[in-house]
């Protein structure tokens, strides 16, 4: 039986090794007609390789695009709900704007994959000496 994800719920995910306090949180679930279901998330308690930000290290993925299957794939067990935080609602304009445009989609891999893939994507835009 398929899980009922719904909007303010917190996840335990399949984490990353130090990451294990992470979670998942629902912020936003909207239906595409290219997509389906879209769920809108925060990726909490991480330490994401960023040389943009102090330290290197940031703590939170706050918007992501996933499908189902990510989540599917990913979520263990609903943990309570998610915090009440609103900086999701930046990169999901962003994101808005550029899915809209053609120029953006959803994750389907893993949670754990796609943070590694921020990770690449975020070391290839150059850093900081």
């Known amino acids: 039986m398929k899980p009922?994800?719904?909007v303010g719920q917190?996840?335990?995910y399949r984490t990353r090794p130090g990451e294990e306090a992470s979670r998942v949180a629902i912020?936003?679930?909207e239906r595409e007609p290219e997509d389906g279901d879209v769920f809108?998330?925060?990726i909490?308690?991480?330490k994401l390789r960023n040389h943009r930000v102090?330290?290197?290290l940031q703590p939170a993925m706050n918007h992501a695009a996933v499908s189902r299957g990510?989540?599917?794939?990913?979520l263990l067990a609903h943990d309570g709900?998610?915090?009440?935080?609103e900086s999701w609602k930046d990169g999901y304009a962003v994101w808005r704007q550029a899915y809209d445009n053609g120029d953006a989609g959803i994750f389907e891999i893993p949670i754990q994959e796609i943070l590694g893939y921020i990770e690449m994507v975020v070391a290839a835009s150059g850093e900081v000496r």
Do not use: E, K
């Not at 990510?70 to 990913?74: G, I, K, V, Y």
């Not at 709900?81 to 935080?85: P, Q, T, Y």
């Open 44 to 46: 909490l308690g991480v």
């Open 27 to 29: 912020r936003r679930i």
């Open 70 to 74: 990510t989540l599917d794939a990913s």
């Open 10 to 12: 917190s996840w335990t």
């Open 4 to 6: 009922d994800y719904a």
């Open 81 to 85: 709900d998610a915090d009440g935080d």
């Open 54 to 56: 102090p330290g290197g």
């Open 40 to 42: 809108h998330v925060s």
